[in-house]
């Protein structure tokens, strides 16, 4: 019987090695039922370390909850610089773009509720009191501040120009749109010449409604008495001055903008 034994164990051992020797596709077949075995019980922890109330990043209400947060990003980017340099004090027909502040505020929220992967051991980490202390003691506090109501605060304060300056905060939004591009250049399914012209094209675009809202900003802080002196104050198109700029409605003061600003920064100037 021992004899026995042992030839039966030389011939699953030699079994072994011709199905591991024999051929690519049996070697896949057992890299594949491995890596079968190793998913199963990795779900199969994960499963069981999963408190209730925590968000799984890989869901899909956390994946469409990401793409509204983003389209966001992009207006709350765009209208920062226009809300600053145009308005001292949102007027009443653009007051409601305010309560935008409420889904980033809900974002907030959301944060302390889903799970993060851990840098050092690559595991998934969902204990609510971990992810809390990660999320307070990262981006907790630049976030609370750019949902603050800014406007309304420079209104009760007596309109004093120091608050205003606290809206540039939100600008810390713009990491989600610098993110999206990262990701969109590492995924093969799309051409990376395309997206890098879209990511320049979309960053000169920003570059230049910035640089024109900053460009009527600087003319603004001039007293009324002297606008005349200033870029805009001065300029004259056909028939049409701007002498007294601040009474001109909104978008020809901001095409005017934009035109110097192009103008400055792809030439020398006007």
Same mark, same amino acid.
């Given at each position: 019987?021992?004899?026995?034994?042992?030839?039966? +164990?030389?011939? +699953? =051992?030699?079994?072994?090695?011709?199905?591991?020797?024999?051929?690519?596709?049996?070697? #896949?077949? #057992?890299?594949?039922?491995?890596?079968?075995?190793? %998913?199963?019980?990795?779900?199969? @922890?994960?499963?069981?370390?999963?408190?209730?109330?925590?968000?799984?990043?890989?869901s899909r209400f956390c994946s469409c909850w990401e793409k509204i947060i983003f389209l /966001?990003?992009?207006? @709350?980017?765009?209208?920062?610089?226009?809300?600053? !340099?145009?308005?001292?004090?949102?007027p009443e027909h653009l007051a409601s773009l305010e309560s935008a502040q409420i889904i980033?505020? =809900?974002?907030?929220? #959301?944060?302390?509720?889903?799970?993060?992967?851990?840098?050092?051991? *690559?595991?998934? &980490?969902?204990?609510?009191?971990? $992810?809390?202390?990660?999320?307070?003691?990262?981006?907790?506090?630049?976030?609370?501040?750019?949902?603050?109501? /800014?406007?309304?605060?420079?209104?009760?304060?007596?309109?004093?120009?120091?608050?205003?300056?606290?809206? /540039? $905060?939100?600008?810390?939004?713009?990491?989600? =749109?610098?993110?999206?591009? %990262?990701?969109? +250049?590492?995924?093969?399914?799309?051409?990376?010449?395309?997206?890098?012209?879209?990511?320049?094209?979309? &960053?000169?675009?920003? !570059?230049? *409604?910035?640089?024109? !809202?900053?460009?009527?900003?600087?003319?603004?802080?001039?007293?009324?008495?002297?606008?005349?002196?200033?870029?805009?104050?001065?300029?004259?198109?056909?028939?049409? %001055?701007?002498? *007294?700029?601040?009474?001109?409605?909104?978008?020809?003061?901001?095409?005017?903008? #934009?035109?110097?600003?192009?103008?400055?920064?792809?030439?020398?100037?006007?």
């Amino acid at each position: 019987m021992g004899r026995r034994s042992r030839a039966e +164990e030389e011939y +699953e =051992v030699n079994e072994v090695e011709d199905t591991i020797t024999g051929s690519f596709g049996s070697r #896949l077949c #057992l890299v594949s039922s491995e890596l079968a075995i190793r %998913k199963s019980t990795a779900s199969f @922890s994960t499963r069981f370390t999963r408190e209730a109330g925590v968000i799984d990043p890989g869901s899909r209400f956390c994946s469409c909850w990401e793409k509204i947060i983003f389209l /966001w990003s992009i207006f @709350s980017s765009f209208f920062t610089p226009l809300e600053f !340099c145009f308005f001292r004090g949102l007027p009443e027909h653009l007051a409601s773009l305010e309560s935008a502040q409420i889904i980033f505020l =809900v974002d907030v929220v #959301l944060q302390f509720f889903i799970a993060y992967k851990d840098l050092h051991s *690559h595991n998934m &980490v969902y204990d609510r009191k971990s $992810i809390a202390i990660r999320y307070a003691k990262g981006r907790l506090l630049v976030d609370l501040m750019g949902c603050m109501p /800014w406007d309304a605060i420079y209104k009760v304060t007596g309109r004093r120009e120091v608050i205003r300056y606290m809206i /540039w $905060i939100r600008l810390y939004r713009a990491r989600k =749109v610098a993110q999206f591009f %990262k990701r969109m +250049e590492k995924d093969v399914r799309i051409n990376y010449l395309f997206t890098r012209i879209v990511k320049l094209i979309t &960053v000169e675009l920003y !570059c230049t *409604h910035t640089g024109a !809202c900053i460009f009527y900003y600087l003319a603004t802080t001039i007293p009324a008495s002297e606008e005349g002196y200033t870029w805009i104050g001065s300029l004259t198109m056909g028939d049409h %001055k701007y002498i *007294h700029f601040r009474e001109i409605d909104f978008w020809t003061r901001y095409i005017t903008s #934009l035109y110097f600003a192009i103008t400055t920064m792809a030439t020398v100037g006007t």
